[in-house]
Antibody, heavy 125, light 108 residues
Framework: EVQLLESGGGLVQPGGSLRLSCAAS????????MAWVRQAPGKGLEWVSA???????????YYADSVKGRFTMSRDISKNTLSLQMHSLRPEDTAIYFC???????????????WGQGALVTVSS | EVVLTQSPATLSLSPGERATLSCRAS??????LAWYQQKPGQPPRLLIY???NRATGIPARFSGSGSGTDFTLTISSLEPEDFAVYYC??????????FGGGTKVEIK
């Protein structure tokens, strides 16, 4: 059974840092594009970042302009986990952060068929 | 960046009625559109991908259509569990991946 479990959320002051993790089980995450998608309180969905799942490109990462240069997505193949390191956090980064898996391995289909329950990040003084 | 505009923002219907949700893209995205359902306190759930393909386990009352810039999600007969927020998402011109602003289907 596919499962995604996020952890690491919490309250952080503006300008601070936080690291989110996503533990994947039931599939080999390194062969899939994986993504982080966030949702501000009461708002819609916003794509944050993605890591490539194609052979030979599994370290390639992509970011929304709103987080580029501040957030870094990575994966630990041995642990089947993903991480999102967030620096220089702003109040507008306050959101639930979802980890999501794409439908087909080895392709950039960017269709999200499984989502974790999310981790809440609150940026406030 | 491809902007997806969903309408209406809110749809007030009764169980058993037909729901028609629209998603319009700012440029052609062929058929590379997905629809998700989200209930309060839950993550999104994939319903439809590539405009008209139902995801695994999705009931036949959900159907999608369209290509180019205009897409529709239809729920043929609303069940009580279908009252939720629905989002569309495009995957052809990325980064960035983009989502529509959502349509809330509420009980009338």
């Amino acid at each position: 059974e596919v499962q995604l479990l996020e952890s690491g959320g919490g309250l952080v002051q503006p300008g601070g840092s936080l690291r989110l993790s996503c533990a994947a089980s039931g599939f080999t995450s390194s062969t899939f594009f994986m993504a982080w998608v966030r949702q501000a309180p009461g708002k819609g969905l916003e794509w944050v970042s993605a890591v490539d799942g194609r052979s030979g490109r599994s370290d390639d990462t992509y970011y929304a302009d709103s987080v580029k240069g501040r957030f870094t997505m990575s994966r630990d193949i041995s642990k089947n986990t993903l991480s999102l390191q967030m620096h220089s956090l702003r109040p507008e980064d306050t959101a639930i952060y979802f980890c999501a898996k794409t439908l087909r391995s080895g392709t950039a289909d960017m269709i999200f068929d499984f989502w974790g329950q999310g981790a809440l990040v609150t940026v406030s003084s | 960046e491809v902007v997806l505009t969903q309408s209406p923002a809110t749809l007030s219907l009764s169980p058993g009625e037909r729901a028609t949700l629209s998603c319009r893209a700012s440029q052609s995205i062929s058929n590379y559109l997905a629809w998700y359902q989200q209930k309060p306190g839950q993550p999104p759930r994939l319903l439809i991908y590539d405009a008209s393909n139902r995801a695994t386990g999705i009931p036949a009352r959900f159907s999608g259509s369209g290509s180019g810039t205009d897409f529709t999600l239809t729920i043929s007969s609303l069940e009580p569990e279908d009252f939720a927020v629905y989002y569309c998402q495009q995957r052809v011109h990325w980064p960035p991946l983009t989502f529509g602003g959502g349509t809330k289907v509420e009980i009338k």
